[in-house]
């Protein structure tokens, strides 16, 4: 019944998602061709996701969700966001550090650092600051489709001077109009007392579906949102992070841990590889004397061989790993899976597969990076894959370490022309950034169903195929919903008796007092 309700809604937002490209395409772009960015309008004809994010923002009602659609693509056309770049924006708004992205959430959502005080109203300036926001959240929502954001207003040492209501109203829009599905959460940090007529008026802006996303927060209860290694000292924490440009401050991604120990930087590779071999020139010459005579070697079998243990030893590597369900495709590779990797507190969850298949016809160089190298292992981090061929990398957890939603894998992938030519690491220095494909991947952390594993191993019933843990996991969440419901339905119920109770007083008391009115008049 449960799959034949989700099967029926499917095809309901497939209607919408038709209805609303339908409707956009004769309505909206029929008449005005030059209204948008002809890339935006092939977008939308696309992308189900981009359509999915204005409908579900939007309540599923059609009429408001093209009114956004409209409002969002005429301002991307006029601040041509298709084509900003960071050539684009005045160095200058760069430097200040004003404006960031940098660390993440304690649910694993990026964060959007507005640093207040460093902010002064200029009129001057104010669409180039605009377009600069514009250009991080593009750049966000390239990097990280879909994923929100979690926007930090820094409010330390600021004060009247650094308020920009226009300004602010702009950001509250990009999330309320452009970006649909953006916002995680709004937390305002140290905001001064003088500025809360200020802020009354931004709640207004924000609208109904919005208002529940603004949090206030003061530098002791911040860490409720937001870790201490990703707040820096002023709010408690303990991010050594200081912003400086150039570059753009990105995601940390370093060289994962490999099955023997950390990998070294390519530049150790190389010195490294040339000291062993001065060793072995050295040793061999050394033992020249008493060298034995080469034995005949058979080719043939020691291929076969090498192929039988190459196949044993992935079949042990993958063994017991989670196998990928979705896959992205890319240009060069197909990943899967396509968005996250999910890691638990068992034995069993521990260990997940990422598969990379070639779909061109070279050679692909491919590395795999983590905003955590001291956590995992990763083997291979590093090769080369065949045309038309796949690689299994396996990612476990190292030793007692354990996943946290704000870990980040990137996968970067560059086609091999002259194969055989030069070093995987000679290569990946000369080869160009544009050439370059990259794949994120984040990881998301299984509930812990140790009582329920538990009942399970008692219980005489079987347990059935490999997909049981999943219904297990949407079977523990409905039961803790519905615990939640209930204890408000129940807190609810009280309430109402209590105003009920307090109502039936205020009758008797306007009874009583109507009674004493009446008696009083005829005594006088």
């Given at each position: 019944?449960?799959?034949?309700?989700?099967?029926?809604g499917?095809?309901d937002?497939?209607?919408?998602?038709?209805?609303?490209?339908l409707?956009?395409?004769?309505?909206?772009?029929?008449?005005?061709?030059?209204?948008?960015?002809?890339?935006?309008?092939?977008?939308?004809?696309?992308?189900?996701?981009?359509?999915?994010?204005?409908?579900?923002?939007r309540?599923?009602?059609?009429?408001?969700?093209?009114?956004?659609?409209?409002?969002?693509?005429?301002?991307?056309?006029?601040?041509?966001?298709n084509?900003?770049?960071?050539?684009?924006?005045?160095?200058?708004?760069?430097?200040?550090?004003?404006?960031?992205?940098?660390?993440?959430?304690?649910?694993?959502?990026?964060?959007?650092?507005?640093?207040?005080?460093?902010?002064?109203?200029?009129?001057?300036?104010?669409?180039?600051?605009?377009?600069?926001?514009?250009?991080?959240?593009?750049?966000?929502?390239?990097?990280?489709?879909g994923?929100?954001?979690?926007?930090?207003?820094?409010?330390?040492?600021s004060?009247?001077?650094?308020?920009?209501?226009?300004?602010?109203?702009?950001?509250?829009?990009?999330?309320?109009?452009?970006?649909p599905?953006?916002?995680?959460?709004?937390?305002?940090?140290?905001?001064?007392?003088?500025?809360?007529?200020?802020?009354?008026?931004?709640?207004?802006?924000?609208?109904?579906?919005?208002?529940?996303?603004l949090?206030?927060?003061?530098?002791?209860?911040?860490?409720?949102?937001?870790?201490?290694?990703?707040?820096?000292s002023?709010?408690?924490?303990?991010?050594?992070?200081?912003?400086?440009y150039?570059?753009l401050?990105?995601?940390?991604?370093?060289?994962?841990?490999?099955?023997?120990?950390?990998?070294?930087?390519?530049?150790?590779?190389?010195?490294?590889?040339?000291?062993?071999?001065?060793?072995?020139?050295?040793?061999?010459?050394?033992?020249?004397?008493?060298?034995?005579?080469?034995?005949?070697?058979?080719?043939?079998e020691?291929?076969?061989?090498?192929?039988?243990?190459?196949?044993?030893?992935?079949?042990?590597?993958?063994?017991?790993?989670?196998?990928?369900?979705t896959?992205?495709?890319?240009?060069?590779?197909?990943?899967?899976?396509?968005?996250?990797?999910?890691?638990?507190?068992?034995?069993?969850?521990k260990?997940?597969?990422?598969?990379l298949?070639?779909?061109?016809?070279?050679?692909?160089?491919?590395?795999?990076?983590?905003?955590?190298?001291?956590?995992?292992?990763?083997?291979?981090?590093?090769?080369?894959?065949?045309?038309?061929?796949?690689?299994?990398?396996?990612?476990?957890?190292?030793?007692?370490?354990?996943?946290?939603?704000?870990?980040?894998?990137?996968?970067?992938?560059?086609?091999?022309?002259?194969?055989?030519?030069?070093?995987?690491?000679?290569?990946?220095?000369?080869?160009?950034?544009?050439?370059?494909?990259?794949?994120?991947?984040?990881?998301?952390?299984?509930?812990?169903?140790?009582?329920?594993?538990?009942?399970?191993?008692?219980?005489?019933?079987?347990?059935?195929?490999?997909?049981?843990?999943?219904?297990?996991?949407?079977?523990?969440?409905?039961?803790?919903?519905?615990?939640?419901?209930?204890?408000?339905?129940?807190?609810?119920?009280?309430?109402q008796?209590?105003?009920?109770?307090?109502?039936?007083?205020?009758?008797?008391?306007?009874?009583?007092?109507?009674?004493?009115?009446?008696?009083?008049q005829?005594?006088?």
């Open positions: 019944m449960a799959e034949l309700e989700q099967h029926e499917e095809q937002l497939e209607k919408k998602i038709e209805e609303t490209r409707r956009f395409n004769n309505e909206f772009v029929q008449d005005s061709t030059e209204k948008y960015d002809s890339r935006d309008v092939e977008r939308l004809q696309t992308d189900d996701a981009l359509v999915e994010g204005y409908l579900t923002w309540i599923y009602v059609v009429d408001d969700a093209l009114k956004m659609i409209d409002d969002s693509f005429q301002w991307r056309k006029e601040f041509g966001v084509d900003l770049t960071e050539s684009s924006i005045p160095r200058w708004m760069f430097e200040t550090g004003a404006v960031f992205l940098h660390g993440y959430d304690k649910e694993g959502n990026k964060l959007f650092w507005f640093k207040v005080k460093l902010h002064v109203k200029d009129a001057k300036t104010i669409v180039d600051k605009k377009k600069y926001v514009a250009f991080w959240l593009e750049r966000y929502a390239k990097k990280e489709p994923m929100p954001l979690t926007v930090v207003f820094d409010m330390a040492e004060g009247l001077s650094n308020i920009d209501m226009e300004f602010v109203k702009y950001i509250i829009n990009c999330f309320k109009v452009y970006y599905k953006f916002l995680s959460k709004m937390i305002i940090v140290d905001m001064p007392w003088i500025m809360n007529a200020a802020w009354k008026i931004v709640k207004s802006w924000l609208g109904p579906e919005a208002i529940s996303k949090k206030f927060a003061s530098r002791s209860d911040v860490n409720t949102f937001i870790g201490p290694e990703y707040l820096p002023h709010m408690g924490g303990t991010d050594s992070f200081k912003y400086s150039p570059p401050p990105d995601d940390d991604f370093q060289t994962p841990i490999s099955d023997n120990g950390p990998i070294v930087s390519e530049e150790d590779t190389e010195s490294k590889e040339g000291e062993l071999d001065v060793k072995d020139a050295l040793e061999s010459s050394f033992n020249s004397e008493n060298a034995v005579k080469p034995k005949k070697v058979n080719f043939l020691d291929s076969v061989k090498s192929e039988d243990n190459d196949k044993t030893d992935v079949s042990a590597r993958t063994k017991g790993a989670r196998k990928p369900l896959t992205f495709k890319g240009p060069l590779l197909d990943v899967s899976p396509a968005e996250e990797l999910s890691f638990g507190s068992g034995e069993t969850e260990k997940c597969l990422i598969i298949s070639n779909v061109t016809k070279n050679q692909v160089a491919f590395k795999v990076r983590t905003t955590a190298p001291e956590k995992y292992r990763v083997k291979p981090s590093s090769s080369c894959c065949e045309p038309g061929a796949s690689i299994d990398i396996v990612v476990s957890l190292h030793g007692g370490s354990q996943a946290s939603p704000q870990d980040r894998f990137l996968v970067m992938a560059a086609e091999m022309d002259n194969v055989g030519s030069q070093e995987l690491a000679q290569f990946w220095k000369e080869v160009p950034k544009a050439k370059i494909m990259e794949h994120r991947l984040r990881c998301h952390v299984l509930e812990s169903l140790k009582p329920a594993v538990s009942l399970l191993r008692d219980s005489p019933v079987d347990t059935g195929t490999s997909g049981q843990p999943e219904s297990d996991i949407m079977l523990m969440r409905m039961t803790a919903c519905n615990s939640r419901l209930e204890q408000k339905l129940n807190t609810c119920l009280w309430l008796k209590v105003l009920t109770g307090l109502v039936l007083v205020l009758v008797v008391l306007n009874l009583l007092c109507l009674y004493l009115l009446g008696t009083a005829p005594t006088s």
